[in-house]
Nanobody, 115 residues
Framework: QVQLVESGGGLVQAGGSLRLSCTVS????????MGWYRQAPGKQRELVAS???????NYADSVKGRFTISRDNAKNTAYLQMNSLKPEDTAVYYC?????????WGRGTQVIVSS
């Protein structure tokens, strides 16, 4: 059974930083494309950033230059470093693992950015 557990969310002031972690169990982590998504109240879930098994990254325009996605295959963990946070970054952040036709989600971690 594949499980994803996110951590690192919290309350931070605008301009601050947080680092989210997503640890995967029950899967060959290195084969997965990992993604971070977020969902703000009343809005659809959106892709924030993704990283393939070979390290290619993709970012939403709204976070380019501020967020960095990375992975440590030895620790089965993906990270999202978030700098220069803005109130509009407030959302529940979800981790996704994807391989071929299989997609798995974590339960999410709340990020609140105060102005």
């Amino acid at each position: 059974q594949v499980q994803l557990v996110e951590s690192g969310g919290g309350l931070v002031q605008a301009g601050g930083s947080l680092r989210l972690s997503c640890t995967v169990s029950g899967s060959i982590f290195s084969d997965n494309t990992m993604g971070w998504y977020r969902q703000a109240p009343g809005k659809q879930r959106e892709l924030v950033a993704s990283i393939t098994s070979i390290g290619n990254t993709n970012y939403a325009d709204s976070v380019k230059g501020r967020f960095t996605i990375s992975r440590d295959n030895a620790k089965n963990t993906a990270y999202l470093q978030m700098n220069s946070l803005k109130p509009e970054d407030t959302a529940v952040y979800y981790c996704q693992a994807k391989r071929l036709l299989s997609v798995f989600w974590g339960r999410g971690t709340q990020v609140i950015v105060s102005s």
